[in-house]
């Protein structure tokens, strides 16, 4: 019997990141849990509840929240770090300031209050904290021997500190996840850097100049992927390369992936369920020559 | 009937200006006991005094009532007064009229009238009902327990010594010299330690009067001022220092060899047996259990076999001493913070981030690299070097809210020996401001700028991580508005200082106070910097917050000026306005007991009844307000003559005057 638990999926993980979303429930499935979305969830709030101070921007991450409540559930997960950081931040807020909640409350006078009490985690979380590295371990079919990745965590993920979910600086969770599956984990020095976020939008050259630095270390490191947890690093690191590769002479991509494919493949799933079909720079051969090499060398 | 005085000041017009004073001197003249009223314009004063003191023997007054201002000014002056006539001090009573009526009715004189009789009513009825006291004088024990053997301790030491008195310094290591015996050369004169520390160290093991208790943890501290016992552990050395003679012999045949050492900070390794550095005060050596190889699998012996003196004894040889001593000096100083912590600068994680400590090691000719600076990864001289300022200080988010005081100037002395090692070295420094307001010290930073040019840069590091051989660290210059990305050999984090740990401990034992980061807590910030708020244990040094040499031994003197006098008399007197309880009501409850927050009351075993310590009682009153059945009671504040001065207060005629 496979534990179900409230999903949130978001806007990304419908359009751009389909694969994410096919690969995350098709790993966990494998692990006993089923990720369960429910009907009519919103939006999640995006950046517009974190980068304004009023309590108007939060009601969208909120009524997510009190489609939870709804269910009888104590908890979400979410799988995008956008989504798990703002739903998580209105949260704390509502925890924190009983007066925002009676106010939010009142002007959602068609909802149910929200009483508080659910706890938003983000997928990785619940692979550490409630799944166990050892339940990960003993899944994996298809070791990832030989196949070098470097984790890459964005800013969604650790910051800011009260949402966290790891060391803000120094973050573990998916080296160890990673490392759990077979991979040679490469650490780089610009795991929490900026990839340039919703730049993206208006100055797709800030976004080129920082996923360079990043792409360009992890090349540097002899990477074979960069592996992350956030569509929005995933769409400036993975499509952004096009513009980095006129912009830089000799540049040569690195592809980039969720840690949930490289679960899935771990986990020896039908390549279909991968979640790798949307890549831009596409990881797959990359995969098939050292997971093969391996098999040769086995 | 008592006869009693009541003397009404004018303070001027202070008082006058607002209370109707005849008004007073006639009313209270007519309460019963009131022998004697009169009032004056200015009672402090010399004739005002006189005066006083000529009533009581023209009218054999037996108590007086002196309705002026507060009791903190002049309640000793009049008591005073009143002793030279023959009056018990303690038969005097202030009415403070001027802070109670006169100053804040000032646009009611009526009320403030009428007020101030009620006051004086009141005082009269406790006058009536005091009872002659005298000086509490108690003998002391000419000695002083200074825990702690850095400089603060040593200097505390020798200054107590030098004074006549018997000194007991507790040091946990193995010697004395604490943090400073570690440095390279201190600023801004740039005198080496064993220059400037190691004689005092010397001179502090050779004086009559000290005794080191090396190795050795104050486990308990019971008595009160001028009489204090501790109970003093002298942990196992497991070598007999009677016959160790500090050869060293041990240390060079002992094959457990990498233990990082702690004089060095890490930067290089000692044996099991070891004496911490060649100047160690004691110099005699210790195994340290935790590593031996003897005592932890019962293999080896080799020192045992090679000591020349036959001192090694693998049998636990730690013992506890009970110390008779007057005063107590804490002067457990400071401790740097390490790598452990400041994983996001690369620390414990990229072998060339040291903290500001271990590169004292690499600069010290006494180090593990003789004074060449060489970097721990690969043994290379560095050619650029990054020193990063207010690592966890200043810094309230994450680690410490406080300045650490201490890190711009030794960082701008590291800066400049490094240059003066490496001719060719560059040195940039990274820093928030630079606090460098001692004698010498801003000329001494100016130094380092020009003369040495050492590159400032005024901005914090957000990053620092390894690229290659090299160390790579990226940070703003708030000053061009430009972000700096530098590529370093090594990186020198000027980590902050805490407290060292066991302080907190250490202060329960003592019954002083410690702050929110765990200082040791001084009576007054700024005008009793040196005492607490326990009698006879005084504080000196980095124990109390960061300080550097210079205001460390100039603290530790003041902590020993305060002891000597202390100790200077053969008594010690103390004011007798404590608790006493009745034996006749005694249940012996122990409620008093739990209460006392200076230990100062406690039920004695043999007679089943609670017993005060006139040494500690402070005279708060806790246990006479915890006491359920009326035994213990402050002296000259009894229950019966509270109410009878609550009753006079509201009494309908008091009142209205």
Known sequence: ?298 | MARIGVFVCHCGLNIAGTVDVKRVVAEVGKLPDVAHAEDYIFMCSDPGQLMVQARIREMGLQGLVMANCSPTLHEKTFRRAAEVAGLNPYLVEVANIREAAAWPHQKQPEEATRKAIAIIASTVEKVKQNISLHTIKVPVTKSVMVIGGGVAGIQAALDCADAGLQVHLVERRSSIGGVMASLSETFPTLDCPQCILTPKMTQAGKHDRIRIHAYSEVEEVTGFVGNFKAKVRHKATYIDWKKCTGCGVCMTVCPTKKIPSEYDSGMADRTAAYIPFPQAVPNRAVIDAEHCLYLTKGKCGICAKKCPAGAIHYQDNASVEELEVGAIIAATGLEVMGTEEFGEYGAGSIPDVVTGLQFERLLAPSGPTKGKVLRPSDGKEPKEVAFLQCIGSRDPENYNAYCSKVCCMYTGKQAMLYKHAVHDGQAYVFYIDIRSDGKGYEEFIQRAMEEERVLYLRGKVSKVFQDGDRVVVWAVDTLTQRWVELRVDMVVLATASRPSKGVKELAQKLRIATDEHGWLKEAHLKLQPVETLTAGIYIAGAAQFVKDITDTVAQASGAAAKAIALLSKDFLERAPLIACVDQDLCVGCGNCERFCAYGAIAVDPVTGKAAVNEGLCEGCGGCAAHCPSGAATLTNYGKKQVFDMITALLSEGAVQG
């Open chain 1, 1 to 298: 019997m496979a534990t179900t638990i409230p999903y949130f999926p978001g806007c990304t993980c419908k359009s751009d990141a389909l694969g994410f979303e096919q690969s995350s429930k098709a790993a966990l499935r494998e692990l006993g849990y089923e990720l369960k979305e429910w009907e009519r969830w919103t939006c999640c709030g995006t950046v517009y509840s974190m980068a304004s101070d009023d309590l108007m921007h939060q009601l969208a991450p909120v009524r997510n929240l009190i489609r939870v409540q709804e269910q009888g559930a104590d908890r979400v997960v979410a799988i995008c770090s956008m989504c798990y950081n703002t739903l998580r931040q209105a949260a704390d807020l509502v925890r924190d300031d009983p007066e925002k909640l009676r106010k939010i409350n009142d002007y959602l006078y068609d909802e149910v209050d929200f009483k508080g009490g659910v706890r938003v985690m983000h997928l990785l979380e619940l692979l550490r904290d409630v799944v166990g590295w050892d339940a990960v371990r003993a899944r994996v079919r298809r070791p990832l021997k030989g196949l070098k990745v470097v984790p890459y965590y964005g800013c969604t993920l650790v910051r800011p500190k009260g949402v966290a979910i790891d060391d803000r600086e120094q973050p573990r969770v998916m080296h160890d996840l990673l490392a759990a599956l077979g991979a040679e984990v490469v650490d780089s020095p610009f795991k929490v850097e900026c990839c340039g976020s919703y730049e993206a939008v208006n100055r797709p050259d800030i976004v080129a100049a920082k996923c360079h630095r990043i792409l360009a270390d992890a090349a540097k490191r002899g990477t074979d992927l960069v592996v992350t947890s956030c569509p929005l690093c995933e769409f400036n690191l993975d499509e952004g390369q096009d513009r980095i590769r006129s912009a830089v002479a000799g540049f040569k991509g690195v592809p980039v992936v969720y840690f949930s494919s490289l679960m899935a493949v771990a986990f020896d799933l039908p390549e279909a369920e991968w979640g790798l079909q949307g890549s831009h720079v596409d990881p797959r051969q990359v995969i098939a020559a050292r997971l093969a090499a391996k098999k040769e060398g086995a």
